[in-house]
């Protein structure tokens, strides 16, 4: 085995034993209606954790691939809302499940106006069921889901900017 493989085994051991104990209602200490899930920063450093990196702050998640022409018409759009609403204190996240290289290679040509990271593992997809692109959920400072919008045609940019405004 390689060493990736091995850290690869070793991240998604971590993933699914507290996800089993969760399942099992063993654990007390996160609300099922809470949104949680692990992910890594576009560049090498550490994992990111929603709710230790992003406690108590609402974040809106944008699900995304390089591919996704729905997400390459969207982006401008979300890249005006959330220059309006991060300074006023919303977190935005564009993730991606694609390789780092490819999302570096896309962000160099459109970047977006976020924070980008990788769900190499699928935790991010998993937790917020993204079967369609692009999948933007909107999370409250507890995280839990106010609003979210799946596929194509899902999103207008006022029901958006209404949805962010009841967080303020």
């Not at 007390?28 to 090498?44: A, H, N, R, Y």
């Not at 390089?66 to 993730?95: H, M, S, V």
């Not at 990271?117 to 995280?143: F, G």
Request: charge should be neutral.
């Amino acid at each position: 085995m390689t060493k990736m493989t091995v850290q690869l085994m070793y991240m998604k051991f971590r993933l699914v034993i507290p996800a089993l104990l969760i399942g099992f209602g063993m654990s007390g200490c996160q609300s099922e209606s809470k949104i949680d899930f692990l992910v890594s920063p576009l560049t090498p450093g550490e994992e990111i954790k929603l709710s230790r990196n992003y406690k108590d702050k609402p974040v809106l998640i944008y699900m995304w691939a390089t591919w996704c022409g729905p997400c390459k018409e969207f982006e401008p759009t979300l890249n005006k809302i959330a220059d309006k609403y991060q300074p006023k204190g919303i977190t935005f996240l564009a993730i991606s499940g694609e390789k780092p290289n490819e999302i570096q290679a896309s962000e160099a040509k459109n970047p977006h106006k976020m924070t980008v990271l990788v769900d190499s593992l699928s935790s991010a997809q998993e937790v917020l069921k993204a079967n369609s692109l692009p999948t933007i959920v909107l999370l409250n400072k507890n995280h839990e889901i106010v609003w979210n919008s799946i596929g194509v045609g899902g999103t207008t940019e006022s029901e958006m900017t209404t949805a962010l405004d009841s967080l303020l």
